[in-house]
């Protein structure tokens, strides 16, 4: 049986804007450790589908890699928002498009080690165009692609983003797209 | 096109055990901006398939969610380490099995908006039998699951973590298990 460990205390030791970190200290199975926890809001990411079957992506620049990268579109849950509503938000202020119809696909930890951050991947459809507005300091570019083709710049590995290989292999392997 | 930031400044804000916290002041579209990025040394995971195509799984206590979650054998590279040396390394120290064939089969950045993790994904065959090598305060279940059953848990998500969705449904779309 995995061993389950018994919080002793805690000190958060870094406040930041998109995160803060929390120190746990843990009977572990030989003794007491140390368990250092990034603490997110948690997130949405949208598949969204146009009538033509079209697939909505973005291109962003990403300081940690320093480079543009393909995306879903995705945004941060403001604190006390439901998913779903976040993900209407994001889709529109992101991308400009307002969905007539959202499904819940699936749910899934980024980097369960280290981060309480969870995300939940949406499908839009009845997609009406209409003005992005984007947070300061944030600059996206929209682009659409096939289903076909995503599922191949997945598979020959050109789309490194988590969110973007899970949402289209996910909706793949459902026979959503 | 999506704006390219340059960084004008950074400042190491948190210094910890598994990760560093950087926080980056860049000139985004419409002025100065703070980046808070999490510096990780990147890590591997272990798709281990025995001869009978069972795959090796791992159950394991995670804090950040205080839950046992199923994942895939994975584990941090050590500073200066290659990925292929770090992937057979962790598989022996975590499952005890000694790998005679490796391959490179992707990698993924797990969360590329505020992280430098790269993941790297191989897939590991002809394994042999030994002994485990935990680090101190490590505790690890093996596992070991048909390659349908790991696929359905997934697609009725089960699995949540994203190590193991990625390298199952990669796998399967690839044709490999």
């Given at each position: ?54 697939i ?23 604190r ?47 997609l ?18 096939g ?31």
């Amino acid at each position: 049986m995995a061993f389950i460990e018994k919080t002793v205390s805690s000190e958060t030791v870094y406040n930041g804007p998109i995160f803060d970190i929390v120190q746990y200290t843990v009977e572990a199975e030989n003794g007491l450790a140390k368990r250092d926890v990034l603490q997110h809001n948690g997130a949405v990411i949208i598949i969204a589908i146009k009538d033509d079957g079209k697939i909505i992506m973005e291109k962003q620049f990403r300081k940690p890699f320093d480079a543009v990268l393909y995306e879903l579109p995705a945004g941060k849950i403001d604190r006390g928002e439901d998913p779903e509503t976040a993900a209407l938000r994001e889709l529109q202020e992101e991308t400009g498009y307002k969905a007539g119809s959202i499904e819940h696909l699936m749910t899934y930890y980024p980097t369960c080690g280290y981060s309480t951050e969870i995300l939940y991947i949406y499908v839009c459809r009845e997609l009406e165009e209409g003005e992005t507005n984007l947070d300061p300091g944030e600059s996206v570019d929209v682009i659409e692609f096939g289903a076909d083709e995503l599922v191949d710049m997945v598979m020959k590995n050109e789309i490194k983003d988590s969110k973007a290989i899970i949402g289209v292999l996910y909706a793949r392997q459902a026979g959503i797209i």
